[in-house]
């Protein structure tokens, strides 16, 4: 049977390769900088010294980009695109199946000219895409707010909902309506500050601006 410092070795080594398949670098750095501290405790513990330094070292380098994340500040842009835009297209073609996987019910009417097409860029580059709609009551719904892997740390979506952001507040409402029926949507749409809102149907949230 695994002794105890088998076990930590096995979590930290674990934890190593889980942090080189996320897409996110901010992911990568956190999910590297535990397994780095898991890996320095079982050197230290196994007196296995030179594990322990190089691990002691991987954690100050982890800390030091994450501090340096922490601080740069990023450049946040929405750019409009109309409904015909070649780019728009190959872009969803390109980013269908992901799409899919947060907005199934999510589709593309480029005839529809209730849609509106905002490109949010970050450092620009489109890291996201917003689509918006309005109702016959004059409602504000988010169609789509997708970010690209690799940009999946909140701060596009923040940006979104943001007092620096003029993308929702130039539209003349106070209130904005969500659909969806991806627990993992639903989970992001509650972190960004979506309240559900049953009185407008199921899976219905509100974000009041």
Do not use: C
Request: aromatic share 18%; glycine share 4%.
């Amino acid at each position: 049977m695994a002794s105890l410092a088998e076990w930590i070795g096995y979590l930290a080594s674990i934890l190593i390769a889980v942090s080189l398949m996320m897409r996110s670098v901010l992911r990568l750095r956190v999910i590297n900088l535990i397994g780095a501290i898991v890996f320095t405790i079982y050197g230290l513990w196994i007196q296995a010294y030179p594990v322990a330094m190089v691990n002691g070292f991987i954690i100050f380098i982890d800390l030091y980009y994450l501090v340096d994340m922490r601080r740069t500040k990023e450049y946040f842009q929405p750019l409009m695109v109309f409904r015909d835009s070649t780019y728009l297209k190959q872009f969803l073609a390109y980013y269908a199946q992901d799409i899919a996987k947060f907005f199934p019910d999510f589709a593309f009417h480029p005839e529809d000219a209730q849609y509106q097409y905002f490109f949010i860029l970050r450092d620009m580059v489109p890291a996201g895409l917003v689509v918006l709609s309005v109702d016959e009551q004059n409602r504000l719904w988010v169609a789509l707010d997708y970010a690209i892997p690799g940009y999946r740390d909140f701060k596009t979506g923040r940006y979104v909902f943001s007092q620096q952001s003029t993308l929702l507040h130039k539209q003349g409402t106070q209130e904005v309506f969500a659909i969806t029926e991806s627990p993992l949507h639903a989970r992001y749409l509650k972190k960004i500050g979506y309240d559900p809102d049953p009185s407008m149907g199921a899976n219905v949230y509100r974000y009041r601006i």
